[in-house]
């Protein structure tokens, strides 16, 4: 799978977005982007995932640059319940590699007051 | 639907004893694994299941066992716990394996091993 770089952490002020970036330039063709999210020691939860084309629900929306090389997953109007840790995932869409999701540091979002 | 539900959510053990996690989910999902979470790791894949009777390793393996004899149950068993396996586990499901199949995870289970 390929690697994800992320920023170890982010503040984002209470009711604006916060927009977490993440770098995957060795992705390949069949690879999808996934985002989780870990509060405390909880179940990651997901998010949102892609392949190609931006994406958007409840949650968030997933902006994938047309080279795919890097992507931007935005909450649009962040709370203080969505301080937790971000995972930035890749992940094959088919092979043995699709069998797991390789978990980084990601990154810890702060929501201030 | 209850999703993923793990139990038991803690369990102390001493060196050499042996448990077993349990993993269930009423999603009627091909596809279970268990993972692990160290202190400010990410989660590492110790086993997974493509469905009933199918069983293969992943990154961590060693020092665990897993079964699958039913399309909801997927046990974790620690044979002789140790210290290094003190850690949260997170049993997860998805309706497929390939990489557009959502991976749902259950709450954790903790372990300490004394």
């Known amino acids: 799978d390929a690697k994800t770089t992320q920023p170890p952490s982010m503040d984002c002020a209470e009711g604006r977005a916060a927009n977490l970036p993440c770098n995957h330039s060795t992705i390949s063709g069949n690879e999808y982007v996934y985002w989780y999210r870990q509060i405390h020691s909880q179940g990651p939860q997901y998010i949102i995932h892609g392949l190609k084309n931006n994406e958007t629900n409840e949650m968030a929306s997933l902006i994938i640059t047309e080279d795919r090389k890097s992507s931007t997953l935005i909450l649009p109007h962040a709370t203080l319940r969505d301080t937790a840790v971000y995972y930035c995932?890749?992940?094959?869409?088919?092979?043995?590699?699709?069998?797991?999701?390789?978990f980084g540091k990601g990154t810890k979002l702060s929501v201030i007051p | 639907n209850a999703g993923v539900t793990q139990t038991p959510k803690f369990q102390v053990l001493k060196t050499g004893q042996s448990m077993t996690l349990q993993c269930a989910q009423d999603m009627n999902h091909e596809y279970m694994s268990w993972y692990r979470q160290d202190p400010g790791m990410g989660l590492r894949l110790i086993h997974y299941?493509?469905?009933?009777?199918?069983?293969d390793q992943g990154e961590v393996p060693n020092g665990y066992n897993v079964s699958r004899s039913t399309t909801e149950d997927f046990p974790l068993r620690l044979l002789s716990a140790a210290p290094s396996q003190t850690s949260v586990y997170f049993c997860a499901s998805s309706s497929g394996s390939s990489g557009a199949n959502v991976l749902t995870f259950g709450a954790g289970s903790r372990l300490t091993v004394l």
């Open positions: 299941s493509v469905g009933a009777g199918i069983t």
């Open positions: 995932i890749v992940r094959a869409g088919s092979g043995a590699g699709s069998y797991q999701l390789t």
